[in-house]
């Protein structure tokens, strides 16, 4: 079974401050990792995915996230926080066989003046 | 672009009254899925699409069908809304490939109002 955990539900940063989002899973097999982010209203869009290549992974909007398999994390982080960043971030985890994925209870951004 | 449309973006209906929400797809995805996500919370998996293959997850309510007349179409149809299925309503779309992961697309949601 698979699992995600998101922890904080809530995270504020001043703009141009680091921003941290933290994704734990639970795999029994090679997991497959994704960060959506959701503005209000709308879709969910992805940001970055880790599919067993580079451990470190870039996404857009200058996101970026890295696999610890020892630490079973995946941490969504951006040197520099931008208002337009506020917005409702969500992990998931997959794996090959299934059409299911598993969502975290997801993060939402509060970016300050 | 390719992309998942779903119409209409906004949905007002009375209690009881049933309704139907569509989604398209131009990227030939053979995976259909539809989400239900509440205010807050992450997205919950009501069934899926295999082609014409209809997967239901066993703990969506029998007031949700869903309809796949063909590769680009599916609906979801409410038959009697609650209160409680006040609620943005996602497409996505995946393609299904031999031993690796099937990233799912996500089309902008409909949100739903019952009155």
């Known amino acids: 079974a698979q699992s995600v955990t998101q922890l904080g539900s809530h995270v504020s940063v001043s703009e141009g401050a680091l921003v941290l989002l933290r994704c734990n899973y639970s795999s029994s097999v090679p997991p497959y990792l994704f960060w959506y982010v959701q503005y209000p209203n709308q879709g969910l869009q992805l940001l970055l995915k880790y599919t067993s290549a580079a451990t470190l992974v870039k996404g857009i909007n200058g996101f970026e996230a890295e696999f610890k398999k020892s630490e079973t994390s995946f941490h969504l982080t951006k040197p520099s926080a931008h208002m337009s960043d506020a917005a409702e971030y969500f992990c998931?985890?997959?794996?090959?066989?299934?059409?299911?994925?598993?969502f975290g209870t997801g993060t939402r951004l509060k970016v300050l003046a | 672009d390719a992309m998942v449309i779903q119409n209409p973006r906004y949905q007002v209906t009375q209690f009881g009254k049933p309704v139907t929400l569509s989604c398209s797809q131009t990227?030939?995805?053979?995976?259909m899925y539809w989400y239900q996500q509440k205010s807050s919370q992450a997205p919950k998996l009501l069934f899926h699409y295999y082609d014409k293959d209809f997967n239901n997850e066993a703990d969506t309510p029998d007031n949700f069908q869903s309809r796949r007349p063909n590769t680009s179409f599916c609906f979801l149809d409410i038959r009697s809304p609650g209160l409680g299925d006040a609620a943005m309503y996602l497409c996505a779309t995946s393609r299904e490939l031999q031993g690796a992961y099937n990233e799912q697309f996500f089309g902008p949601g409909t949100r739903l109002t019952v009155l």
């Open positions: 998931a985890v997959t794996h090959s066989g299934t059409y299911k994925y598993i």
């Open positions: 990227l030939n995805h053979n995976v």
